[in-house]
Every structure is written in structure tokens, then in C-alpha cells.
């Protein structure tokens, strides 16, 4: 990885140098950068990574870079790459190891949105889990008529939706991939195999996990003999994963649709012992990827024109954030600095977003987050208001929404918006009541034949259904779904579960360009549930509005609203941040806000253009690149 002293960007001078530590990085990441023959995979020195919150430098290559959630994962990326592999081709190896060491968050057994760009091009690769044939607008609803509790959806068969990760790569990979498809099994095989550490993050989780060991698979896998979670550092092998990738290698993705593997997944799937799902054989080899239109809508931040892209419906991401950004520019936002505040140890002086803007922001968020829970759903079951989803990004209609922001007397906060009626059309659907969300990964690249992804992968909640087959967790998907069908009228819910449909997702895999030369500006996305649409705003707009580098933007404290309370990273705001917020009528809640950003911008240093880095200092991530 290339390490560049001048700065590349404007820079907050609050920010300490983003190389400061940069020795370090490149210390832990040495093994993976030797020069590699093609495709042949060395398995790379395993850093333990990190729980909490720990500073990172900031990394920069001018050729190509790769971000994602686990060293482990960006090596595999990273030498697919070097070996000349495309950024598909990256994708695929990055997955199918954050697979086997980051089991919690994504994997083969779940879903993914993917955006890929190549010679001003973009296209949307849809990888989401679909409900079961079977399956009714009641499969959340209790024998007493009423929603079940989350959890009791989640655990079991029951919330297991059809996997659709490797069908989509495949699909994408037939278009853009450059090395043999088995050949980006082959670190995710080895690691396997061989063997990995335990990060600090699993071992965390694990140790807070209640339902895990429910499942004996798991339980083996996981689990000590005395049933205490594996430790930081230890090594973990799973020969029962590598058996399948290899299939997968081999056959593609009927290997995990069709056959033996199916039928484990759905042997386990409608077996459970107390809640048993519905899913078929005929629902996996059934299941098509799709490819759809990108969500693109114009941008402009500091004179300058963006065209920012993202997944439409079934996700909820890019309409949201496009939302968020341009009724804040019917704001004073723009006029509103970053001022200091405290770092991620909650001591150190850092930057920070100001109240004023903290309450356009989160009003803005709470407008969009009206609409997102009256309107978004798979669009191959819900029609879009007005009949098309740019409806709920029309500039004039983002104006209206900003000037219910001003209406409020004496600046104070709305609490709960209410949807808005883009195109003047009302909606035949109720608006879908809050529910927890969870989980997912992030992965940014970009390639040295000038294609980047966006690629956002998920199981849902940690650890999924806590249903491991074959060395594989899988999803909790259906319980993206809204629970309750209907509202206490009898309206439907467009995000009700239907046979076939797609839940609605948060996911928010966002690409942007230089509107008048058409360049990448930057790739970049975050897990998170819900709060994905925040931190991946935020990133954006510490980027574009704020001129900081990828790492910058990324460190700054994460905050929003789904619509309720202003939500504020704790120990991340000063006390007068805070006051100033409730002053304004919200109520303000101080919590555990654990982003996974990942993101890559365009620079320059002395003239010479530059891909920038950054990875979450709350995960354990890291990017490399040459």
C-alpha cells in the first residue's frame, strides 16, 4: 500500500494527521502485499482484530484498493488483484472469506446489493433473499392474532428467506470477472482449512450471544467443550465450509441451490424444533438474481455537481439518503462547520457536526424515514408513488419537505414526521411500524482497469437465525418483513410478506461521480440496520461538504432518527450538544452507534491521482491496495 505524506484533500485542522500510525498498518499488513503470480494465494500474517474503537491511519494506492471488514478479507481482495483479477472478481473472494471469519454479519447463506460502475456505466446486481413459496402475510403473526416478539421470529426456520449472495456474484461475475471463477474460492478454501484466528470482534460477540449454542451445530463450532465461547486468537478450522466452496467452485450456484447442500439447508430449515420454517427445495433452485436499474440522482456540494447511485427498492438505502442530502440543501446547512468535540475515546478534543446542523440533519432524517416506512417495498410487488420512485427525490418535492423543517416555531424539532404525498398521490398502504434491524458487512473497490463496486452483504442479525448448516450460518431475512400485515383499519403494509417478494432492505452501496467528467468520486457503504442510511450520509457528506478524506469522514461520531428520538453516539457529544438538541424539543438518546464504514475516494498528491482509503476505526477492517 502506497503511503503519501502531503495531504490530499482540505483537511479539518482538528483532524491529527491521517498517516499518523500509518507504520503500524503497514507492519500488520506487510505479508499480503508481496508480489503474487497469478492466482496463486499466500496465506498472509493473521493480526488479531479489533473490538471497540481503534484509531486508524488512513491508507492511499494509485492503482487499485480494496476495503473491507476483516484483514483477512481485504487480503484475499487485495492478492485477487494484484494478480489481475477485476473488481468482481475481488468481491467474490472478499465474501467467501468474510464467510468463514466474520460468520456473524454476512456469508453464503444470505443476501447482497451490488453496484458495479465500468467505463460510465452503472448497473444494480439484486442478491436478495426471497420469502418461501409458502410463506403469508401471517408468518410473523402469533396463534393470539398478534405480531411475535423479534427475537421469536428470528431464532429458528422460521425467518429463513432464500439465499441469493452467490447467485447474484455469479451472474455478475458471468458479465465482469477476468480470473476463473473457482480460483477466487481458493483463499476462503485454504483459510479454512488451515485455519484462522478468532478476531477480538467474533469473540466479543460471542461472548453476549444467548442463542447460539441453542443449535448443536453451532454450539460444536463455536463453543468450548464447557460451553464457553472461543477466545481471541484462537484457531478455528471449518473443513465443513471448504466442502462446499469447493462444490461451489466447481459447479457454480446450483451447487448451493440444488442437491445435497439444499437439502441440508432445508432439512434444518423445517426441522427446527420449535420454529420451523417454510422454505423448499424448489424456492432455492428457483431463485433468480436480479439486475435493476441504479437509483441516480444529482448532487451538489461546494459548486461542485455530483451524481450520486445506489440500489432502488427492495432497499430503502440510496432513496433515503438521496432524501436526507437534498432536503438539507433546501437548508442553511451548507453554512455550518464542523466545531470540536471529543474523539472515539471519548476524551480526545475531535470534530464534530454543531447542534444547528445535528437538528436540520436529523429533522431532514426524520422526513425521509416517514416516507421510507409508508411507501419503500419490492417493487415487483408495490407500485412506486406517482409511478416512479424518482418521485420521492424530485427536487421540488425535497423543497416542500425542507419547508415543514422552517415551519417549526421557534426552530424547534417535529418529534415524528409524517409521510409526504410525492406527485400529490395518496398511498393505498398503511405505513409499516418501526422494527429492529441489524448485521450486514460493506465492501468497497476499485480495480486497475478503471471498474469499482459498492457491494453491501448481510444475514441480518448477528449471527442470523442462529441455523448453521454445512459450516455456514443462515440468514434471518423474512424478519426485515413488517410483522403486522395491516394496520388496526386493516391497510395493508407494503413491506408485508408475500410468497416470492423481497424484504426491504437498509442497505445503502452508493457510488458517486463527477457529473461534468463522469469520474468516480468515491465508493463506500456501511452495516448497521437502519442506521446504515445515517452512516453512510454521514460519510457522504464529511466527503463532499466537508472536504475530508474517506478516514476522516468515517471517524466522525455517527448520529440520526428513524423517525423518534435524535440518536447520538455516546461519549461522542459535548454536554452543550446534547442540551441544545433537547432545547429544541427532541429527546435525545446517547447509545452504542457501531458503523462498519468502508470507503474509497479519488485524490491527488503533487498532481498525481491517488485512491484513497478508509476503514471504521468501531470494526476491525482494514484497506489495502497498490
Request: glycine share 12%; with cysteine; aromatic share 6%.
Amino acid at each position: 500500500m502506497k503511503t503519501v505524506a502531503p495531504a490530499f484533500m482540505t483537511k479539518h485542522p482538528a483532524f491529527p494527521s491521517p498517516l499518523a500510525g500509518l507504520a503500524l498498518a503497514a507492519a500488520l499488513l506487510m505479508a499480503g502485499c508481496a508480489t503474487a503470480p497469478p492466482f496463486a494465494y499466500n496465506v498472509p500474517a493473521q493480526p488479531e482484530g479489533a473490538s471497540g474503537y481503534t484509531e486508524k491511519p488512513g491508507w492511499a494506492a494509485s492503482k487499485f484498493a480494496v476495503a473491507a471488514a476483516n484483514p483477512l478479507a481485504t487480503d484475499a481482495g487485495y492478492q485477487v488483484l494484484k494478480a489481475g483479477g477485476s473488481a468482481i472478481d475481488a468481491a467474490i473472494a472478499v465474501q467467501m472469506v468474510l464467510t468463514l471469519v466474520e460468520p456473524q454479519s454476512s456469508g453464503i447463506g444470505g443476501g447482497a446489493f451490488l453496484l458495479h460502475a465500468s467505463g460510465g456505466k452503472v448497473e444494480a446486481f439484486d442478491g436478495r433473499e426471497t420469502a418461501p413459496a409458502a410463506a403469508d402475510e401471517k408468518l410473523f403473526v402469533g396463534g393470539d392474532g398478534k405480531p411475535l416478539a423479534f427475537i421469536d421470529g428470528v431464532v429458528g426456520g422460521r425467518s429463513v428467506g432464500v439465499p441469493g449472495t452467490v447467485r447474484m456474484l455469479e451472474m455478475a461475475h458471468q458479465q465482469y470477472g477476468k480470473l476463473p471463477w473457482a480460483q477466487l474460492f481458493v483463499p476462503a478454501i485454504t483459510l479454512a482449512e488451515g485455519g484462522f484466528k478468532v478476531s477480538a470482534r467474533l469473540a466479543t460477540l460471542l461472548k453476549t450471544e444467548p442463542h447460539l449454542k441453542k443449535d448443536p451445530v453451532a454450539a460444536a463450532y463455536f463453543y468450548q467443550p464447557n460451553g464457553e465461547p472461543l477466545a481471541a486468537g484462537s484457531l478455528l478450522r471449518n473443513q465443513p465450509l471448504a466442502d462446499v466452496l469447493k462444490k461451489i467452485a466447481a459447479g457454480g450456484s446450483r451447487a448451493l441451490l440444488e442437491g445435497d447442500i439444499a437439502q441440508a439447508i432445508v432439512s434444518k430449515v423445517q426441522s427446527h424444533p420449535t420454529n420451523p420454517g417454510k422454505l423448499s427445495l424448489a424456492d432455492l433452485a428457483g431463485y433468480q438474481a436480479r439486475k435493476r436499474e441504479p437509483i441516480c440522482h444529482d448532487y451538489r456540494a461546494q459548486a461542485r455537481d455530483y451524481r450520486i447511485c445506489g440500489m432502488p427498492p427492495p432497499s430503502s438505502g440510496a432513496i433515503a439518503v438521496g432524501q436526507i442530502l437534498g432536503i438539507l440543501n433546501n437548508t442553511p446547512a451548507a453554512t455550518l462547520g464542523l466545531v470540536t468535540g471529543t474523539g472515539g475515546d471519548g476524551v480526545t478534543p475531535a470534530p464534530t457536526p454543531s447542534a444547528d446542523w445535528l437538528h436540520l440533519y436529523t429533522e431532514a432524517a426524520r422526513l425521509a424515514f416517514a416516507d421510507r416506512a409508508q411507501y419503500l417495498a419490492d417493487p415487483d410487488f408495490v407500485q412506486p408513488p406517482a409511478g416512479n420512485w424518482m418521485s420521492l427525490l424530485e427536487p421540488a418535492y425535497l423543497a416542500e419537505r425542507a419547508r415543514l423543517i422552517a415551519a417549526q416555531p421557534g426552530g424547534q424539532s417535529m418529534k415524528v414526521a409524517k409521510p409526504g404525498l410525492p406527485g400529490g398521490m395518496k398511498s393505498a398502504y398503511a405505513p409499516m411500524a418501526d422494527q429492529p434491524e441489524y448485521g450486514t458487512s460493506h465492501i468497497s473497490i476499485v480495480d486497475s482497469f478503471g471498474n469499482a463496486i459498492a457491494m453491501t452483504t448481510t444475514i441480518e442479525d448477528a449471527f442470523g437465525s442462529r441455523q448453521m448448516v454445512r459450516g455456514f450460518l443462515l440468514n434471518n431475512e423474512l424478519t426485515d418483513f413488517s410483522f403486522a400485515p395491516t394496520d388496526a383499519d386493516g391497510k395493508p403494509v407494503a413491506n408485508r410478506v408475500q410468497p416470492g417478494k423481497r424484504p426491504r432492505s437498509s442497505m445503502a452501496p452508493t457510488l458517486v461521480f463527477d457529473k461534468a467528467t463522469g469520474e468516480l468520486v468515491m465508493s463506500g457503504g456501511s452495516p448497521g440496520g437502519a442506521l446504515i442510511i445515517h452512516y453512510t450520509a454521514k460519510t457522504l457528506y464529511g466527503v463532499l461538504n466537508w472536504s475530508l478524506m474517506p478516514q476522516q469522514a468515517i471517524n466522525l461520531p455517527n448520529f440520526g432518527s428513524l423517525n423518534g428520538p435524535t440518536l447520538l453516539e455516546e461519549k461522542r457529544f459535548a454536554p452543550a450538544t446534547v442540551d441544545a438538541l433537547k432545547a429544541r424539543g427532541a429527546e435525545v438518546r446517547e447509545m452504542n452507534m457501531t458503523s462498519g464504514l468502508q470507503a474509497i475516494t479519488r485524490g491527488q498528491a503533487h498532481g498525481t491521482p491517488l485512491w484513497l482509503g478508509g476503514a471504521d476505526p468501531r470494526r476491525e477492517g482494514v484497506v489495502m491496495g497498490d
